[in-house]
């Protein structure tokens, strides 16, 4: 059985119905998780799209940023509530892998401060058994603790490749076609199916959490979160692989 195609949304209307859906969710595990794509993800960069995977309804949403800009953050729903509430409300939990430079980027674009997030890669970090000298990746993640079959394995390896070569500079791609409209079914495809395994992760991770690693995640989550507060934060270089003090 194949995974349904991820839905786009670029309308307003299309936003509205998308926050109807997600403002009463459950929250243990997670219903939303959630991902960016991007020209430079940062501050100093650009928003493409939102990638979010609702486990309540199976679906994957590809929030067209690019297109919709401010109304994808604040257009209200027939009850009133938007996308920014959702995402700043600490009682409707959130699930990223590594939050920084979302943080930075939602912040620094829209005024989005997120709040009532878990960053799965400090999960994966404080159930780990091992050195915890640095934080993995999600393609390491992936590989080692998502549970995939062989041939769901060879599937997401084949999409994470063929997207790599529409956008990574050092194989003649450019960042530029998350951008380009309507979008490639290559790009859908490679923006849809890391967010769709992200719930597979919580459960794996948080079935290894004690109550100590749960609070020591919270604070480095807040501390992650804050980046955008941080004058001088930049979000690429080997800086970004040292594992938070109170994880290590």
Not at 104 to 110: N, T, V
Not at 134 to 150: M, Y
Not at 153 to 158: E, F, Q, S, V
Not at 187 to 200: E, H, S, T
């Amino acid at each position: 059985m194949t995974d349904p195609s991820p839905k786009i949304v670029d309308r307003t209307a299309a936003i509205g119905e998308l926050v109807e859906l997600l403002k009463d969710v459950p929250n243990n595990p997670p219903s939303i998780y959630v991902d960016l794509e991007g020209v430079n993800l940062c501050r100093h960069g650009s928003i493409s799209i939102m990638q979010i995977f609702s486990l309540p309804q199976n679906e994957v949403y590809l929030i067209d940023v690019h297109t919709l800009g401010q109304e994808a953050f604040l257009h209200p729903s027939t009850s009133g509530h938007t996308l920014k509430g959702i995402l700043e409300d600490e009682r409707i939990h959130k699930a990223f892998f590594d939050v920084r430079n979302d943080s930075d980027a939602l912040y620094a674009h829209f005024g989005v401060h997120l709040a009532g997030i878990q960053d799965l890669q400090l999960f994966e970090l404080a159930t780990r058994s091992g050195s915890r000298r640095f934080i993995n990746g999600l393609s390491r993640c992936i590989q080692h603790d998502a549970g995939l079959t062989l041939f769901e394995a060879r599937m997401w390896k084949d999409i994470k490749e063929d997207g790599r070569q529409l956008f990574a500079p050092e194989r003649g791609g450019s960042y530029e076609v998350f951008n380009s409209r309507p979008l490639s079914e290559t790009i859908i495809k490679y923006c849809a199916q890391d967010v769709r395994i992200l719930p597979k992760l919580w459960a794996v991770y948080n079935g290894r959490l004690g109550w100590r690693g749960r609070e020591k995640i919270e604070v480095a989550t807040r501390d992650r979160i804050n980046v955008c507060f941080q004058a001088g934060y930049t979000g690429v270089g080997r800086h970004m692989a040292q594992s938070p003090s109170g994880l290590a």
